[in-house]
């Protein structure tokens, strides 16, 4: 029977900035435009970090009942190791993928946006099949495309609009920064297992493109977030703010860029996620000020 301890590892604590920090930029840019609602602003966050535990349980179980984790490098699996029976890890899915859709419904039913519902829908129906399912499309190439869609215009579009109603070119370019970059933590990731993956069959878009090629995506897309806030400093100077999160993420482009591969690169997913939420935090201490 697996332990709190490891059922708390199972969420894949690491991951979480990528369910924070697009709703930290949507708030952010709601304040942007004096339309900022917190306790709406906190039932988003609610609704992502909640799908995001969601699909990491999905995940784990998902992979670990086709036997993809069997001999994976990377983060404490509860199926794969058998610390867990696949239908708790299921059940533990379930419960957080409808914790995530209750506070769903709360949010839609203070904004009356109920179209929402539909997104919601959309972001469930992806977080199970990713890895799940008799087609995942996790496992056709596809994943990098998904999270950046449901990580960045999803989540950040959709904390930005359910509190103001409209969508703003501030909202646009942080969800292309936070889907960019939440890509490059799975492109990290499927970096790192790309000869598990590839004996296994999972498809994923490193074993397409092969490890050269692989480095040089997560490398453009880490790029994208200090663009875009460079573009942002025509409307909010204070943007420029932005670039103190490069430091932090320095440590993962040296280790991707050095060719280091297996448990080395387990450091660059939680550097580019903190390099993620760094970023977010202080867009959104730039749009505040401005």
């Given at each position: 029977m697996a332990s709190v301890v490891q059922w708390i590892q199972g969420t894949r604590p690491r991951t979480l900035p990528n369910s924070i920090a697009p709703v930290v930029v949507g708030a952010a840019a709601a304040h942007h435009i004096d339309e900022l609602k917190p306790l709406y602003a906190v039932l988003a966050l609610v609704?992502?970090?909640?799908?995001?535990?969601?699909?990491?349980?999905?995940?784990?179980?998902?992979?670990?009942?086709?036997?993809?984790?069997?001999?994976?490098?990377?983060?404490?699996r509860l199926t794969g190791s058998g610390?867990?029976?696949?239908?708790?890890?299921?059940?533990?899915?379930?419960?957080?993928?409808?914790?995530?859709?209750v506070a769903g419904v709360a949010l839609v039913a203070l904004s009356g946006?109920?179209?929402?519902?539909?997104?919601?829908?959309v972001c469930i129906a992806g977080a199970w099949f990713y890895t799940g399912g008799k087609r995942p499309y996790g496992y056709a190439g596809l994943g990098e495309i998904a999270v950046f869609l449901f990580f960045g215009p999803a989540a950040v579009l959709g904390t930005l609009y359910?509190?103001?109603?409209?969508?703003?070119?501030?909202?646009?370019?942080?969800?292309?920064?936070?889907?960019?970059?939440?890509?490059?933590?799975?492109?990290?990731?499927?970096?790192?297992?790309?000869?598990?993956?590839a004996v296994s069959g999972k498809r994923t878009l490193a074993v397409v493109?092969?490890?050269?090629?692989?480095?040089?995506?997560?490398?453009?897309?880490v790029v994208v977030p200090f663009l875009i806030a460079l573009g942002m400093t025509v409307r909010v100077p204070y943007a420029l703010l932005g670039f103190l999160a490069a430091p932090i993420l320095l440590p993962a482009v040296r280790r991707v860029a050095a060719g280091r591969g297996g448990k080395d690169l387990i450091p660059v997913l939680q550097f580019t996620g903190l390099a993620m939420l760094a970023w977010a935090v202080l867009i959104s201490v730039a749009l505040v000020l401005d």
């Open positions: 609704v992502s970090v909640a799908f995001q535990i969601g699909v990491n349980f999905a995940n784990d179980y998902s992979d670990g009942i086709r036997g993809t984790d069997d001999n994976r490098v990377g983060p404490f610390a867990a029976e696949a239908k708790h890890v299921r059940l533990a899915a379930f419960v957080s993928l409808g914790a995530g859709a946006y109920w179209w929402l519902l539909g997104l919601g829908a359910v509190q103001s109603g409209e969508v703003t070119g501030i909202g646009i370019g942080g969800s292309i920064a936070m889907g960019a970059i939440s890509a490059a933590v799975l492109v990290a990731n499927n970096l790192r297992d790309i000869p598990t993956d493109l092969g490890d050269k090629d692989t480095r040089r995506l997560y490398l453009a897309l």
